[in-house]
């Protein structure tokens, strides 16, 4: 389920408030392409540890993926602590899955990146961007692999996976 449809069918009922700040990314790459090479680092390591600082955290989740998914310009969200936490357990169980495919499939190696797209492209929201749907055409010798994830949120030029699942 999308991080729109879920938070419009967490709002539902809900008495949703609005908040007033804007957080920032802790621990967060300075570009897309420096977060892809960490990426990458961690799956030939097979760091599950790096793999999750490349996530955003709870707190960060909360306060600015679904606190900001909102139209650009609209005030930030205050949603209960049920609901709250119920998508970002969601979210974040389905990431932990995630990280054990993308080890068992591209870890310990060493990947060269090809290509490098987002199939849903780039959507701007009041507390983010969103680069949606990384999809990375991998090279290690004379091997081509896909290697598609989840989206990649930038916050005042910080960048972190929002989750490695595919919405």
């Not at 969601?90 to 990146?113: I, N």
């Not at 896909?146 to 005042?156: D, K």
Request: aromatic share 8%.
């Amino acid at each position: 389920m999308g991080i729109a449809v879920l938070s419009a069918s967490l709002l539902a009922g809900t008495g949703v408030t609005l908040a007033t700040s804007t957080p920032v990314l802790r621990h967060a790459a300075n570009s897309p392409e420096q977060l892809i090479q960490r990426l990458l680092g961690a799956l030939e390591a097979e760091d599950t540890d790096e793999l999750r600082r490349l996530r955003v955290t709870e707190s960060e989740y909360k306060r600015i993926i679904l606190a900001g998914h909102v139209p650009e310009g609209e005030p930030f969200r205050t949603f209960p602590d049920e609901v709250s936490d119920y998508a970002w357990k969601t979210l974040d169980t389905k990431s932990l899955y995630y990280e054990r495919h993308l080890l068992s499939h591209f870890g310990g190696r060493r990947w060269t990146v090809k290509t490098v797209d987002y199939d849903k492209g780039s959507s701007r929201y009041a507390g983010y961007q969103a680069l949606r749907q990384l999809r990375l055409t991998l090279a290690e010798h004379d091997t081509e692999v896909v290697l598609a994830t989840g989206s990649i949120c930038e916050v005042e030029g910080h960048y972190k996976f929002v989750s490695f699942i595919r919405d």
